[in-house]
Structures are given as C-alpha cells and as structure tokens.
Nanobody
Framework: QLQASGGGLVPPGGSLRLSCVVSGFTLDHYGIGWFREAPGKQREAISCTTNSGGSVFYKNSVKGRFTISADHAKNTVYLQMDSLKPEDTAVYYC????????????????????WGQGTLVTVSS
C-alpha cells in the first residue's frame, strides 16, 4: 500500500512537502513516481526515482523547484515543493513499480503497479 499525504492550500511562492509512506514491501528494487492530475487534464509524471536515487526524472516545469527524496529507514518517499505556482494545483499521487538495478524509472503512469490515494495541492492567494 502507498499512503500519500501533505497536500493543502498554499499561496503562490509557498512550499509543501508531500510524503508517500510505503507498506507491505520495501523500497528496495522499486521505483517511485509522483504524478499529478489537474482538472480537465491527463495525469502526468512530475518526478520519478529509482530506489537508489541514481536515476531521477523531473518534469521540466518543476526542475529547480521540486525535489524527490527517500528515507529507506522509514520506507517513505518525499516530494519537496518550493516556489509553488497556481499551475501546480492538482491532485498528487505517488506510485510504485518494480525495477531491476540500473533501469531508469518509467514516466508513463501505465507502467506503475501500485498507487496511493492522492492528496490535493491548491496554490492560490
């Protein structure tokens, strides 16, 4: 299971840290992706990482503002979001996919096997 949390209402320029707690399996040999879905838009990959963090993807529009990280002791993946913009408003989901070592994380949502329930991020003044 994946449990996403940390969403909320923040003004433009603000920060949030999303958490994705993984239970039932460890992060070893799994890639984790953060996706978001805005009203009327398709779900898109925001940031994806391998279990080791050796290969990381960021959507261009969030590069330099968002940071993905993992705490293996807590079996938790985080998404630190800074300098938030109104266009970042969406429901954010975390997802997991089994990965062999050395394989970069996929960015297509269809590749992911396990999904959290989503957490709403609203950026508005």
């Amino acid at each position: 299971q994946l449990q996403a949390s940390g969403g909320g209402l923040v003004p433009p320029g603000g920060s949030l840290r999303l958490s994705c707690v993984v239970s039932g399996f460890t992060l070893d040999h799994y890639g984790i992706g953060w996706f978001r879905e805005a009203p009327g838009k398709q779900r898109e990959a925001i940031s994806c990482t391998t279990n080791s963090g050796g290969s990381v993807f960021y959507k261009n529009s969030v590069k330099g503002r968002f940071t993905i990280s993992a705490d293996h002791a807590k079996n938790t993946v985080y998404l630190q979001m800074d300098s938030l913009k109104p266009e970042d408003t969406a429901v954010y989901y975390c997802a997991a996919v089994g990965l062999r070592d050395g394989v970069p994380p996929p960015t297509s949502s269809s590749r992911y096997d396990y999904w959290g329930q989503g957490t709403l991020v609203t950026v508005s003044s």
